[in-house]
Structures are given as C-alpha cells and as structure tokens.
C-alpha cells in the first residue's frame, strides 16, 4: 500500500497561483487512481479533482478550468496546480489514492490518504 506526503500548501492573494505535489511511496503508485480533496472549516471533505491510472481527469464544477491534475509515474507524484484562486477556495487540501485504475468523487471510495496541506487565500 502506498503512503502520502503533501507539500506546496501556504497563503496567496486572490488571483494567485499554488501548485500542491503529493509524494507516494511503492512500487505500484501507477496502478492507483488519485484524488485531490479539500475541507474547509465547519465543513464536510469535498471532491475537487481526480486522474485515473491512465491519466483521464475529472474536476469539481467550480475549479474547472483554474485548476489541473497531472501525475508522473516515474516519480511516483501527483500535483495539483491551482490558478486564479479565490478565497473560497481556502481549505485543508488532501492527496488521496485507491487502488484501481478508475477515479470516484467520494471520499469513501479511497483507501490512503496524505496528512493535508493547508490553503489560504487572502481578499
């Protein structure tokens, strides 16, 4: 099984840009499907961004089209770049990992994830 460790997290002014990596240990980090997770205070976690062992993405309604999901195999990462940032998006932002080739929007659905790294965007 695979363990998470997330870095890239911190305070931005609206319109800023943030890129969160995700560093996986193991061998078979390329036969998991990965997910990006945010939770901010008083709230529930929410779904923000998945790829799937073969690279196919999928987004939150609301990040689409500021925010991307890559991975890299060979290094065993996966980033999340964050672009035009808007003070709703400030949260605890999780790295999440299942074993599977295809991505769910659930939290349930996943089976490791990372300790969380915190965004702040200022007004």
């Known amino acids: 099984q695979v363990q998470l460790v997330e870095s890239g997290g911190g305070l931005v002014q609206a319109g800023g840009s943030l890129r969160l990596s995700c560093a996986a240990s193991g061998r078979t980090f390329s036969r998991y499907a990965m997910g990006w997770f945010r939770q901010a205070p008083g709230k529930e976690r929410e779904f923000v961004a998945a790829i799937s062992s073969g690279a196919s993405t999928h987004y939150k309604d609301s990040v689409k089209g500021r925010f991307t999901i890559s991975r890299d195999n060979a290094k065993n990462t996966v980033s999340l770049q964050m672009n035009n940032l808007k003070p709703e998006d400030t949260a605890v932002y999780y790295c999440?990992?299942?074993?599977?080739?295809?991505?769910?929007?659930?939290?349930?659905?996943?089976?490791?994830w990372g300790q969380g790294a915190q965004v702040t965007v200022s007004s």
């Open positions: 999440a990992a299942r074993s599977g080739s295809i991505y769910y929007s659930t939290p349930s659905q996943y089976d490791v």
